[in-house]
């Protein structure tokens, strides 16, 4: 992690430094303060936890209160958002670019020379990923999948499979229902570990822009997720479900196929959701009641 000057963090926040320059090493937490480091206080029920022995810190807070000579206190709006911008615009360093030597990648498939492909991962025929896309390592990214520019995908994950899509015959034998569809997911995503999406069986399976998913979580084919909603571990999306904007899909959450979940929802933790879910509604339990 690079060194970043305290000076530089007021000029981020548009603060203004009466105090002495220092150099802030990296991040530490409320509960293990680090000399010469940035901690966020998001609750002020923490602030009685901010003692002990060290130098040179700076506190992002909500409120002011009494620290160290050497320490210091900035007061901004919403802690944590601060942190993380912090951390990501100054600390963090730019991960190499290119295709690993392990990885396997299709001729036919076209790959920003910004995009970073992770070691032993395959990327089939007709895929499109753009600018700054990194793909982890042992990780498939089907046919004809778009990876939008600036997204992530974890280790271990699978675009573009084949989903679950049968019809019985006269014999009752399950006849498999071709997927020709694919994947298409937006810019800024960030898709996190052992996570499978299926393909569409005709029309793509689309993750919009700013959407977020946690490790294991189930996509099945033609779902359709708004942009920005969290997915988190664990969550299964049955087929052709659409998920509005803004949503939060708790953690061992399932949506049964072909529901509609309104935008601003918020789906608990656990939930079995088996109807319908308007606008800005919350829902719990097995089967899911709103609340």
Not at 263 to 273: D, E, F
Request: charged share 20%; with cysteine.
């Amino acid at each position: 992690m690079t060194p970043v000057s305290a000076s530089s963090i007021i000029n981020f926040l548009n603060l203004e430094r009466d105090f002495e320059d220092f150099e802030v090493l990296g991040p530490s937490s409320i509960r293990n303060i680090r000399s010469f480091s940035i901690v966020f206080i998001n609750n002020v029920v923490d602030i009685p936890v901010v003692q002990g022995d060290f130098e040179y810190v700076l506190f992002l807070s909500k409120k002011t209160f009494n620290v160290h000579p050497t320490c210091h206190v900035l007061q901004v709006e919403n802690p944590r958002l601060r942190f993380a911008q912090i951390v990501n615009a100054l600390f963090l360093k730019p991960e190499s670019r290119g295709i690993s030597q392990t990885a396997v990648c299709s001729s036919t498939s076209s790959i920003s020379i910004s995009a970073l492909i992770g070691e032993f991962s395959v990327v089939e025929d007709d895929v499109v990923i753009g600018d700054h896309v990194v793909i982890g390592h042992h990780t498939v990214i089907g046919r004809g999948s778009v990876i939008g520019d600036r997204s992530q995908i974890g280790s271990n994950s699978v675009i573009g499979t084949t989903g679950l899509g049968f019809e019985r015959d006269e014999n009752f034998n399950p006849i498999r229902i071709p997927h020709l569809g694919g994947v298409v997911i937006g810019k800024d995503v960030e898709v996190g570990s052992c996570v499978t999406i299926a393909r569409g069986t005709i029309d793509n399976t689309c993750i919009d822009n700013m959407v977020k998913i946690d490790d294991h979580v189930f996509i099945a084919h033609n779902v359709l997720i708004g942009a920005r909603s969290i997915l988190v571990a664990g969550c299964e999306v049955s087929g052709s479900v659409q998920i509005g904007q803004d949503c939060w899909i708790g953690p061992l959450s399932t949506i049964r196929d072909g529901l509609i979940i309104g935008q601003k929802s918020i789906i608990g933790m656990g939930a079995v959701v088996t109807k319908n879910v308007g606008d800005s509604k919350t829902v719990a339990g097995n089967p899911a009641r709103e609340f």
